[in-house]
Each structure stands twice: as structure tokens, then as C-alpha cells.
């Protein structure tokens, strides 16, 4: 199940996919392209030419799962940002693009955001009691 929180990092592919890929392809795209591993529980989400079809592929932990989504009319959006071929994007610009919410329109109050630790690059410490 697709499950969508702030807990997790949401990668965006902006040069159009060929929808059908499956589990494979788009591991490799996420390994050769977005230079990251696809079994690290990110979310990367994938869009074709026409901007109607998603899909959303993660690791969980036993497995991939893929999420596929064909809009019968409109396209999904993609945010703006300077990289060209991947982008890191938010859990909520997720939500505003799965459901039709042009991202310009919005507007967000400021909030404190704590900045984002990966985890994997934090080494461990040892102390040595004298």
C-alpha cells in the first residue's frame, strides 16, 4: 500500500518514462539516473511524455511496489526546479500533484522545518570512558 508521509524522501523524474517499465527498469533508472539505491525506501515517482500516467515505485522492506495512476482527462504537474533530470520534492507537492492542485496557486504559511538528516551518512561515535 502507498503510504505517504514526511518521513520519507519523494524523487521526481522529469524526462518522460516509458510506462512500461516495471519493477526492474525503473530500478535502473533510479540507480544509473538518480544515482541512488532503489532499496533504500525512497519514493520515486515517474511520469510519461503526455503527463497523465504515474508511476510511484518504493521499497518496502520485502519487496518493490509500484503505484500506477492513468488520468482519463488534465496532467499531472511538474514542480519547477533547477536540476534537469531528477528532483527532490516534498510529501505535500506529491498530495497537490496526484490531486490536480496547480503548485504556483499555493501558498504556504512559514513553518520551523527541521532540516533533513540522512542517516546513512551519520557515523557512529564511540567514547572512550577515562
Not at 520485502?62 to 514542480?79: N, Q
Request: net charge positive; hydrophobic share 35%; glycine share 6%.
Amino acid at each position: 500500500m502507498l503510504s505517504i508521509s514526511n518521513s520519507q524522501r519523494y524523487y521526481i523524474h522529469r524526462k518522460p518514462t516509458d510506462m512500461r517499465k516495471g519493477f526492474d527498469g525503473l530500478s535502473g533508472i533510479v540507480r544509473n539516473e538518480f544515482l541512488q539505491n532503489p532499496l533504500n525506501g525512497d519514493v520515486f515517482i515517474f511520469l510519461n511524455n503526455q503527463r497523465n500516467r504515474i508511476k510511484i515505485l518504493q521499497w518496502q522492506g520485502d519487496g518493490f511496489a509500484i503505484y500506477y495512476k492513468r488520468l482519463e482527462k488534465g496532467t499531472f504537474e511538474i514542480p519547477k526546479n533547477k536540476c534537469l533530470l531528477t528532483g527532490l520534492i516534498t510529501s505535500q507537492q506529491l498530495l497537490l500533484i496526484m490531486e490536480g492542485i496547480q503548485l504556483s496557486s499555493v501558498k504556504k504559511r512559514p513553518r520551523y522545518e527541521h532540516p533533513f538528516v540522512d542517516k546513512t551518512s551519520i557515523k557512529s561515535v564511540s567514547l572512550a570512558h577515562s
